[in-house]
């Protein structure tokens, strides 16, 4: 059952991956910019039982660690990403009010974009990773989730559908 | 039967953590075959990312154009009178002139070194999700592009060859906080390293502590053995204040550098530099002040009152 679902999905989670690469990457947008495969992978895991969320949190962060603009070893993403969406797979699944609204879902989802970035910061520290001063690292994090918070609302709707029609569902938004 | 489906399920998750383990520390061990598929994914993507800058550019442009806006403002009013009866030529060329600008910039910059350049078109800007600061050009290896090259904008000093794909490569910016750069002070010829800091300001540390800078100092790169990563001369920026902190232990300074980051859509990778070191040739010329015209008037008294 979980081997036809993630390899129906796999093809979504590398579409979006290029989609971030090739089209939201050429943006310069102030503070950062938004990561549209981290929003897709927590808006997709909060969707989905904890162990689907498992699998795709994989697969999302084995492919932003291929990203070449990845700065960390390859599987520190991998394994942030297999955290984060088992975490919010477990609360979307158990608090209705956080997932069952579109409120409930981008505040979940930006709250996890944050909790994540930092989380990279901290291992990334850890590992030996150079991330850049205080100030700047600071804007950045504060950019990526300003973005997330305005992007999630209007993606939702999409990426909810699209996991619907997937695994042939009824949509929750 | 639901608690052995539980228990697979936590089993899939152990899995996928130990798998995710495993492969930070093949990484951090230096094993090929990772980097091996981050060089594959790379030059998967670089079709599209290709194709994503042809078309996005006038997308690209005209987002641009608004956050500019504010800034230029006052600039735009004063042009906007002169632009109208250009602008539909304008709109239709104004991507491919600003490339042949910055193309004949880097080249003028490159040309009056002497140096062996390849120039390459900027096809994607690195995601900030890593807090890295890096692009990616459309020529690589099979180019003659190799790792630790110099990389030019038409001010000077824009980054380092990072990475190299068969038809692509990923330039560190010298805004990436892992940057580092040895340089020295035109003129003076003190000797500093210097470091990114995520923006366009940088950080200089002074090797030597006894000798002074100023404000306005200009930052040249220092050169590498063989001219890699660094080839010398080549302008980086200019100095916007001094730290003198009584008791430490090397000066520094902060540091505005010259290339702007947020426009760069054409860039040259140097190939070759000559054996002559180019000294202080790419210095960078100070903008003349325009001299403000005096009126003199003369007034001579009539011989006869007025009433």
Not at chain 1, 88 to 96: A, D, I, K, T
Not at chain 2, 54 to 76: C, E, F, Y
């Amino acid at each position: 059952m979980i081997r036809r679902q993630i390899s129906t999905a796999l093809p979504i989670y590398i579409g979006v991956f290029i989609f971030q690469e090739a089209v939201v990457n050429q943006f310069h947008l102030p503070g950062g910019g938004f990561s549209l495969i981290l929003i897709f992978s927590l808006i997709w895991a909060i969707l989905s039982s904890p162990e689907l969320a498992a699998l795709g949190g994989f697969i999302a962060g084995l492919l932003m660690d291929l990203s070449q603009s990845s700065s960390g070893p390859i599987g520190q993403w991998t394994l942030l990403m297999i955290a984060a969406c088992c975490a919010v797979s477990y609360l979307g699944s158990g608090s209705e009010s956080l997932s069952g609204n579109p409120l409930g879902f981008t505040f979940l989802t930006t709250s996890a974009i944050f909790l994540v970035e930092i989380a990279y910061l901290t291992t990334g520290a850890l590992l030996g990773v150079t991330v850049g001063g205080f100030t700047q690292t600071l804007i950045t994090l504060i950019g990526i989730t300003i973005w997330s918070l305005l992007v999630t609302p209007l993606v939702l709707p999409i990426f909810s559908r699209l996991h619907a029609f997937t695994f042939n569902t009824r949509s929750m938004l | 039967m639901r608690r052995s489906a539980q228990g697979r399920g936590r089993l899939l998750i152990i899995i996928l953590i130990v798998t995710a383990l495993f492969l930070i520390t093949l990484d951090l061990r230096g094993v090929g075959v990772l980097e091996g598929a981050r060089q594959a994914s790379q030059t998967i993507l670089s079709p599209f990312q290709r194709a994503g800058t042809v078309v996005l550019s006038p997308i690209k442009n005209l987002i641009s154009d608004i956050t500019r806006l504010g800034r230029t403002r006052s600039q735009i009013e004063k042009l906007r009178a002169d632009n109208a009866k250009l602008k539909a030529e304008l709109l239709n060329r104004k991507d491919a002139d600003a490339q042949l600008d910055q193309l004949k910039s880097v080249l003028d910059l490159a040309g009056t070194a002497g140096f062996k350049v390849i120039n390459a078109r900027v096809i994607s800007q690195g995601s900030s999700q890593s807090f890295s600061q890096t692009i990616t050009v459309d020529i690589g290896s099979n180019a003659g592009i190799k790792k630790n090259m110099t990389v030019l904008s038409k001010f000077g000093i824009a980054g380092v060859v990072k990475d190299v794909y068969s038809n692509s490569a990923l330039i560190s910016l010298a805004t990436d906080p892992s940057f580092r750069i040895g340089v020295r002070i035109a003129g003076s010829q003190q000797i500093g390293i210097l470091s990114g800091r995520g923006n366009r300001s940088a950080n200089l540390q002074l090797i030597d502590n006894l000798t002074t800078v100023q404000v306005g100092d200009i930052l040249l790169s220092r050169g590498s053995i063989s001219n890699r990563p660094f080839v010398p001369g080549v302008p980086v920026g200019y100095i916007t204040a001094v730290d003198n902190s009584p008791g430490a232990i090397a000066q520094s300074a902060t540091v505005y550098l010259y290339t702007d980051f947020s426009a760069l859509s054409v860039v040259a990778v140097v190939l070759g530099a000559p054996a002559n070191n180019p000294g202080d040739v790419l210095v960078p010329l100070k903008p003349q002040p325009t001299p403000i015209p005096t009126v003199t008037i003369y007034v001579t008294p009539s011989p006869t009152p007025t009433n």
